[in-house]
């Protein structure tokens, strides 16, 4: 056996610093596991479920992590940029940022609300930008930036989803530029795009579970531990060389 092997390695994420928008319910949630079980210390933020978010906490604690749950909408500029702040001074860094936070507002075209597609735009690409903006003033060379994006940018099969599948395209497209804008500091950027994921939104019994099965070549929803492992992959020193990437785990979805 050779002498330096050892009994365990170190976690992948140990000493590093990771913030979650939207992290207390669904697929956030499990990539705030995912990451503090990796050995990253985790803050998150959620916007209305305050005991959900600090029991998630408490949980991560007590297994001998490091969280912070702040409460903090993602469409309020301000708030979300204070947010990633406090994160950083209070873990001393941060080296990894997940866009998780998104809203998803249907409807028909002749009904749709002009003030549900800005609120679609606020959340789902505004918020983008300014969470990086915000989280790339504290990252160091080997910074990781992820967001969960969808497979409705590249495949919307259903009437009413079109503010929703723009807003979805518009993250891949900012992807790959922030990817440019950050390459030289040696900070990745990428787009992570679900297909149907079992959540409270979208239940994989659900009355369009069967409907979205039969577009797929893996009929079943993904479960948020698949979605969080792709995520961890990417935070991680494996993917320093993927960057600006769109890369969809959708069940065939879009094969």
Known sequence: MNSNATSSASPLLAGKAAFVTGGARGIGAAIVRR????????????????????????????????????????ADAAALSAAIDEAAASFGRLDVLVNNAGVALMGDLDSFALEDFDRTLAVNVRAVFIAVQAAARHMDEGGRIVTIGSVNADRMPWAGGSAYAMSKAAVAG????????????????NNVQPGPTATDMNPEDGPMAADMHGLMALERHAQPEEIAGMV??????????????????????TA
């Open 35 to 74: 990451l503090a079980r990796d050995g990253a210390a985790v803050a998150f933020t959620y916007t209305s479920s305050a005991s959900t978010a600090d029991a998630l906490a408490a949980e991560i604690q007590t297994a001998g992590g490091r969280a912070l749950a702040i409460q903090a909408d993602s």
């Open 232 to 253: 961890a992959y990417l935070a991680g020193p494996e993917a320093g060389m993927v960057t600006g990437a769109s890369l969809s785990i959708d069940g065939g979805f």
């Open 174 to 189: 900012l992807t790959r530029g922030l990817a440019r804008d950050l390459g030289p500091r040696g900070i990745t950027v």
